[in-house]
Protein backbone atom coordinates (compact mmCIF):
# COMPACT_ATOMS: atom_id res chain seq x y z
CA UNK A 1 0.00 0.00 0.00
CA UNK A 2 1.01 3.63 -0.49
CA UNK A 3 0.75 6.50 1.16
CA UNK A 4 -2.97 8.01 2.06
CA UNK A 5 -3.05 10.81 0.11
CA UNK A 6 -4.54 13.43 2.69
CA UNK A 7 -3.62 12.02 6.30
CA UNK A 8 -5.47 13.82 9.26
CA UNK A 9 -2.68 13.49 11.98
CA UNK A 10 1.28 13.47 10.89
CA UNK A 11 3.77 12.34 13.79
CA UNK A 12 6.90 14.35 13.30
CA UNK A 13 9.82 12.04 15.28
CA UNK A 14 13.60 13.29 14.87
CA UNK A 15 16.07 10.48 15.70
CA UNK A 16 19.79 10.63 16.50
CA UNK A 17 21.98 7.30 17.25
CA UNK A 18 18.32 6.18 18.89
CA UNK A 19 19.16 2.54 17.44
CA UNK A 20 18.46 0.78 21.02
CA UNK A 21 15.00 1.82 21.70
CA UNK A 22 13.60 2.09 17.96
CA UNK A 23 12.11 -1.51 18.28
CA UNK A 24 9.77 -0.32 20.83
CA UNK A 25 8.90 2.62 19.58
CA UNK A 26 7.38 0.89 16.76
CA UNK A 27 5.96 -1.48 19.10
CA UNK A 28 4.06 1.10 20.98
CA UNK A 29 3.93 3.90 18.11
CA UNK A 30 1.88 2.11 15.62
CA UNK A 31 -0.99 0.39 17.63
CA UNK A 32 -1.36 3.88 19.88
CA UNK A 33 -1.80 5.84 16.13
CA UNK A 34 -3.61 2.51 14.57
CA UNK A 35 -6.75 3.11 17.64
CA UNK A 36 -6.95 6.57 16.08
CA UNK A 37 -9.07 5.20 13.32
CA UNK A 38 -7.93 8.19 11.28
CA UNK A 39 -5.30 8.09 8.30
CA UNK A 40 -2.06 8.93 9.85
CA UNK A 41 1.93 9.28 8.99
CA UNK A 42 4.86 8.84 10.91
CA UNK A 43 7.70 11.40 9.60
CA UNK A 44 10.89 10.18 10.82
CA UNK A 45 13.61 12.85 10.76
CA UNK A 46 17.48 10.86 10.95
CA UNK A 47 19.86 13.77 12.09
CA UNK A 48 23.03 12.26 11.27
CA UNK A 49 22.79 9.46 13.69
CA UNK A 50 25.94 7.63 13.92
CA UNK A 51 24.63 4.35 14.79
CA UNK A 52 22.28 2.35 12.62
CA UNK A 53 19.00 4.12 13.34
CA UNK A 54 19.19 5.38 9.42
CA UNK A 55 19.50 1.16 8.62
CA UNK A 56 16.77 0.75 11.24
CA UNK A 57 14.17 3.26 10.01
CA UNK A 58 14.50 2.38 6.39
CA UNK A 59 13.55 -1.18 7.07
CA UNK A 60 10.36 0.12 9.16
CA UNK A 61 9.47 2.56 5.81
CA UNK A 62 10.23 -0.63 4.29
CA UNK A 63 7.98 -2.67 6.60
CA UNK A 64 4.57 0.15 7.28
CA UNK A 65 4.95 2.03 3.71
CA UNK A 66 1.29 2.74 4.08
CA UNK A 67 2.11 5.72 6.86
CA UNK A 68 6.04 5.77 7.13
CA UNK A 69 8.12 8.13 5.63
CA UNK A 70 11.77 8.58 6.50
CA UNK A 71 13.79 11.72 5.75
CA UNK A 72 17.75 11.42 6.06
CA UNK A 73 19.97 14.18 7.09
CA UNK A 74 23.44 14.44 5.65
CA UNK A 75 24.64 15.20 9.07
CA UNK A 76 23.89 16.68 12.36
CA UNK A 77 21.46 19.86 12.59
CA UNK A 78 20.51 19.25 15.69
CA UNK A 79 16.71 18.22 17.32
CA UNK A 80 14.81 21.77 16.19
CA UNK A 81 16.25 21.72 12.66
CA UNK A 82 15.05 18.20 12.30
CA UNK A 83 11.33 18.93 13.45
CA UNK A 84 11.43 21.92 10.94
CA UNK A 85 12.29 19.32 8.01
CA UNK A 86 9.95 17.22 9.47
CA UNK A 87 7.27 20.18 9.09
CA UNK A 88 8.53 20.66 5.75
CA UNK A 89 7.36 17.00 4.95
CA UNK A 90 4.43 16.58 7.37
CA UNK A 91 0.83 16.64 5.05
CA UNK A 92 -1.59 16.27 8.17
CA UNK A 93 -4.09 18.77 9.58
CA UNK A 94 -3.03 18.16 12.86
CA UNK A 95 1.14 17.70 13.47
CA UNK A 96 2.39 16.22 16.28
CA UNK A 97 6.12 15.82 17.82
CA UNK A 98 7.37 12.83 19.88
CA UNK A 99 10.97 12.35 21.06
CA UNK A 100 11.94 8.73 19.65
CA UNK A 101 12.98 7.99 23.36
CA UNK A 102 9.70 7.21 25.02
CA UNK A 103 10.03 9.52 28.05
CA UNK A 104 6.88 10.53 26.41
CA UNK A 105 4.43 7.68 25.57
CA UNK A 106 2.91 7.92 22.06
CA UNK A 107 -0.08 6.79 23.72
CA UNK A 108 -0.56 10.27 24.49
CA UNK A 109 -1.20 11.03 21.03
CA UNK A 110 -4.62 10.65 20.96
CA UNK A 111 -4.95 12.59 23.66
CA UNK A 112 -3.65 15.72 21.93
CA UNK A 113 -5.77 15.09 19.01
CA UNK A 114 -8.77 14.98 21.09
CA UNK A 115 -7.73 18.37 22.30
CA UNK A 116 -7.17 19.77 19.14
CA UNK A 117 -10.46 18.57 18.04
CA UNK A 118 -11.87 20.95 20.27
CA UNK A 119 -10.84 23.66 18.12
CA UNK A 120 -7.43 24.78 19.72
CA UNK A 121 -4.44 25.29 17.08
CA UNK A 122 -1.96 24.28 19.69
CA UNK A 123 -1.50 22.15 22.01
CA UNK A 124 1.51 22.13 24.36
CA UNK A 125 2.01 19.48 27.49
CA UNK A 126 2.92 19.67 30.87
CA UNK A 127 5.14 16.47 32.39
CA UNK A 128 3.27 14.68 35.22
CA UNK A 129 5.67 13.15 37.41
CA UNK A 130 8.82 14.18 35.66
CA UNK A 131 11.11 10.71 35.43
CA UNK A 132 14.01 13.06 35.46
CA UNK A 133 17.07 13.98 37.91
CA UNK A 134 17.16 16.45 40.19
CA UNK A 135 19.26 18.82 38.61
CA UNK A 136 17.32 18.84 35.37
CA UNK A 137 13.93 19.16 37.15
CA UNK A 138 15.37 22.39 38.97
CA UNK A 139 17.10 23.87 36.13
CA UNK A 140 13.92 23.60 33.92
CA UNK A 141 11.92 24.91 36.27
CA UNK A 142 13.85 28.30 36.47
CA UNK A 143 14.10 28.59 33.01
CA UNK A 144 10.83 28.55 32.76
CA UNK A 145 10.15 31.15 35.29
CA UNK A 146 13.08 33.56 33.46
CA UNK A 147 11.17 32.91 30.02
CA UNK A 148 7.86 34.24 31.45
CA UNK A 149 9.66 37.47 32.71
CA UNK A 150 11.45 38.14 29.62
CA UNK A 151 9.33 36.98 26.87
CA UNK A 152 5.36 36.61 25.74
CA UNK A 153 5.68 32.70 25.72
CA UNK A 154 3.59 31.08 27.92
CA UNK A 155 4.82 27.83 28.45
CA UNK A 156 4.08 25.92 31.33
CA UNK A 157 6.57 23.14 30.89
CA UNK A 158 9.35 24.13 27.72
CA UNK A 159 11.12 21.12 27.53
CA UNK A 160 8.42 18.65 26.44
CA UNK A 161 8.27 17.97 22.84
CA UNK A 162 5.20 16.27 22.92
CA UNK A 163 2.84 18.92 21.15
CA UNK A 164 0.26 18.98 19.01
CA UNK A 165 -0.18 22.05 16.13
CA UNK A 166 -2.62 22.99 13.87
CA UNK A 167 -1.86 23.19 9.66
CA UNK A 168 -2.05 26.89 9.79
CA UNK A 169 0.51 27.23 12.85
CA UNK A 170 2.90 24.65 10.72
CA UNK A 171 2.44 26.18 7.46
CA UNK A 172 3.24 29.79 9.35
CA UNK A 173 6.48 28.63 10.90
CA UNK A 174 7.19 27.11 7.49
CA UNK A 175 7.47 29.94 6.08
CA UNK A 176 10.12 31.25 8.91
CA UNK A 177 13.81 31.58 7.79
CA UNK A 178 15.13 31.80 10.92
CA UNK A 179 18.74 30.06 11.28
CA UNK A 180 18.38 29.03 15.24
CA UNK A 181 15.05 28.62 16.48
CA UNK A 182 12.69 27.53 19.57
CA UNK A 183 10.15 25.79 17.88
CA UNK A 184 7.17 25.28 20.63
CA UNK A 185 7.86 29.19 21.52
CA UNK A 186 7.79 30.05 17.58
CA UNK A 187 4.74 28.20 16.92
CA UNK A 188 2.90 29.76 20.23
CA UNK A 189 3.63 33.05 18.96
CA UNK A 190 1.27 32.11 15.78
CA UNK A 191 -1.54 30.48 17.68
CA UNK A 192 -4.48 31.60 17.93
CA UNK A 193 -5.84 29.31 20.43
CA UNK A 194 -3.22 27.63 22.43
CA UNK A 195 -4.02 25.21 25.69
CA UNK A 196 -1.98 22.64 27.70
CA UNK A 197 -3.17 19.35 28.77
CA UNK A 198 -0.79 16.80 31.42
CA UNK A 199 0.93 14.10 29.95
CA UNK A 200 2.22 11.11 31.28
CA UNK A 201 6.45 11.12 31.58
CA UNK A 202 8.29 7.58 31.80
CA UNK A 203 12.27 6.88 31.96
CA UNK A 204 14.43 6.43 29.11
CA UNK A 205 13.47 3.24 27.27
CA UNK A 206 17.28 2.74 25.80
CA UNK A 207 20.47 5.21 25.70
CA UNK A 208 21.39 8.07 26.97
CA UNK A 209 19.93 11.65 26.92
CA UNK A 210 21.36 13.67 23.80
CA UNK A 211 21.32 16.72 25.91
CA UNK A 212 24.54 17.73 27.38
CA UNK A 213 24.57 20.94 29.96
CA UNK A 214 26.29 23.03 27.50
CA UNK A 215 23.70 21.84 24.59
CA UNK A 216 21.19 22.90 27.55
CA UNK A 217 22.58 26.12 28.22
CA UNK A 218 23.17 26.78 24.25
CA UNK A 219 19.07 25.55 23.82
CA UNK A 220 18.23 28.23 25.98
CA UNK A 221 20.58 31.04 25.14
CA UNK A 222 18.52 30.68 21.50
CA UNK A 223 14.95 30.49 23.43
CA UNK A 224 15.75 33.84 25.06
CA UNK A 225 17.84 35.88 23.01
CA UNK A 226 15.49 34.75 19.95
CA UNK A 227 12.31 35.56 21.37
CA UNK A 228 12.95 38.63 23.31
CA UNK A 229 14.80 42.15 23.86
CA UNK A 230 14.51 43.12 27.30
CA UNK A 231 18.56 40.78 28.39
CA UNK A 232 19.68 43.57 26.07
CA UNK A 233 17.55 46.39 27.45
CA UNK A 234 18.72 45.30 31.07
CA UNK A 235 22.04 45.06 30.50
CA UNK A 236 21.39 48.81 29.12
CA UNK A 237 19.65 49.87 32.57
CA UNK A 238 22.28 48.11 34.52
CA UNK A 239 25.44 49.88 32.42
CA UNK A 240 23.27 53.28 33.21
CA UNK A 241 22.74 51.91 37.31
CA UNK A 242 26.90 51.20 37.10
CA UNK A 243 27.98 54.67 35.75
CA UNK A 244 25.96 55.83 38.11
CA UNK A 245 27.24 54.38 41.61
CA UNK A 246 30.73 54.43 40.17
CA UNK A 247 30.44 58.41 39.63
CA UNK A 248 29.21 58.73 43.05
CA UNK A 249 31.86 56.55 44.62
CA UNK A 250 34.78 58.39 42.94
CA UNK A 251 33.20 61.42 43.83
CA UNK A 252 32.55 60.12 47.84
CA UNK A 253 36.48 59.09 47.52
CA UNK A 254 37.62 62.52 45.80
CA UNK A 255 36.00 64.46 48.96
CA UNK A 256 37.16 61.85 51.45
CA UNK A 257 40.69 62.83 49.98
CA UNK A 258 40.34 66.27 50.89
CA UNK A 259 38.72 66.15 53.88
CA UNK A 260 40.94 63.32 55.75
CA UNK A 261 43.92 63.10 53.64
CA UNK A 262 45.11 60.10 51.64
CA UNK A 263 44.21 56.58 53.17
CA UNK A 264 44.98 52.69 52.59
CA UNK A 265 41.86 51.54 54.24
CA UNK A 266 39.52 49.94 51.86
CA UNK A 267 41.79 49.62 48.97
CA UNK A 268 40.22 45.96 48.89
CA UNK A 269 36.68 46.82 48.78
CA UNK A 270 37.84 48.45 45.87
CA UNK A 271 39.15 45.96 44.05
CA UNK A 272 36.15 44.01 44.83
CA UNK A 273 34.04 46.35 43.19
CA UNK A 274 36.44 46.52 40.21
CA UNK A 275 36.61 42.85 39.92
CA UNK A 276 32.24 42.67 39.76
CA UNK A 277 32.13 45.44 37.23
CA UNK A 278 34.27 43.51 35.22
CA UNK A 279 32.34 40.87 35.44
CA UNK A 280 29.24 42.91 34.87
CA UNK A 281 30.97 43.77 31.55
CA UNK A 282 32.26 41.01 30.15
CA UNK A 283 28.58 38.91 30.72
CA UNK A 284 27.32 41.96 28.48
CA UNK A 285 29.71 41.81 26.13
CA UNK A 286 28.60 38.11 26.05
CA UNK A 287 25.50 38.50 25.58
CA UNK A 288 25.73 41.02 22.99
CA UNK A 289 27.99 38.89 21.35
CA UNK A 290 24.57 36.16 20.94
CA UNK A 291 22.92 38.89 19.39
CA UNK A 292 25.70 39.88 16.86
CA UNK A 293 26.34 36.24 16.22
CA UNK A 294 22.31 35.18 15.52
CA UNK A 295 22.60 38.08 12.99
CA UNK A 296 25.88 36.63 12.09
CA UNK A 297 24.12 32.97 11.30
CA UNK A 298 21.19 35.25 9.14
CA UNK A 299 22.87 36.98 6.68
CA UNK A 300 25.56 34.73 5.96
CA UNK A 301 22.35 32.64 4.11
CA UNK A 302 23.38 29.45 4.34
CA UNK A 303 21.16 26.62 4.36
CA UNK A 304 19.76 25.31 8.30
CA UNK A 305 19.89 21.91 6.80
CA UNK A 306 20.50 19.33 4.07
CA UNK A 307 17.75 16.49 3.22
CA UNK A 308 20.44 13.18 1.58
CA UNK A 309 17.48 11.36 0.79
CA UNK A 310 13.70 11.10 1.67
CA UNK A 311 12.18 7.28 1.32
CA UNK A 312 8.48 7.11 0.86
CA UNK A 313 5.72 5.38 -1.55
CA UNK A 314 3.92 8.38 -2.78
CA UNK A 315 0.01 7.64 -4.08
CA UNK A 316 -0.23 6.43 -7.01
CA UNK A 317 -1.33 9.41 -9.86
CA UNK A 318 -5.18 8.80 -11.39
CA UNK A 319 -4.57 6.37 -14.05
CA UNK A 320 -1.99 4.58 -12.91
CA UNK A 321 -2.32 1.11 -11.51
CA UNK A 322 -1.11 0.21 -8.28
CA UNK A 323 -0.38 -4.27 -7.90
CA UNK A 324 -2.47 -6.14 -5.44
CA UNK A 325 0.63 -7.40 -4.22
CA UNK A 326 4.34 -6.53 -3.80
CA UNK A 327 5.45 -2.96 -3.71
CA UNK A 328 3.81 -0.07 -5.08
CA UNK A 329 4.26 1.21 -8.48
CA UNK A 330 4.35 4.43 -7.62
CA UNK A 331 7.89 4.89 -5.47
CA UNK A 332 9.52 7.86 -4.45
CA UNK A 333 13.05 8.79 -3.37
CA UNK A 334 13.98 12.55 -3.33
CA UNK A 335 17.84 12.84 -3.16
CA UNK A 336 19.99 16.24 -2.07
CA UNK A 337 17.31 18.23 -1.52
CA UNK A 338 18.21 21.58 0.60
CA UNK A 339 16.23 23.88 2.90
CA UNK A 340 17.37 27.29 2.75
CA UNK A 341 16.50 30.04 5.25
Known amino acids: MSLHPHPAVSVVIPVYNEE ?36 ILAAQQRERPDVTRVVLFNGNYGQHMAILAGFEHARGDIVVTLDADLQNPPEEIGNLVAKMREG ?73 RPTEIEVAHEERAAGESKYSLFKLIRLNFDLVTGFSLVPLQLMSYSGILLALASGALFVYLMVQRFVEGAQ ?33 EQVRGRPRYLVQTVLQDLPAPPGVFVPPTGRPAAHSVETASSETP
Open 20 to 55: SGLAALFARLYPALDALGEPYEVVFVNDGSRDRSAA
Open 120 to 192: YDYVGTIRRMRQDSWFRRNASRAMNVLREKITSVRMTDQGCMLRAYGRDVVDTVNRCTEANTFVPALAYTFAL
Open 264 to 296: VQGVFTLFAITFCLLGVLLFSIGLLGEYIGRIY
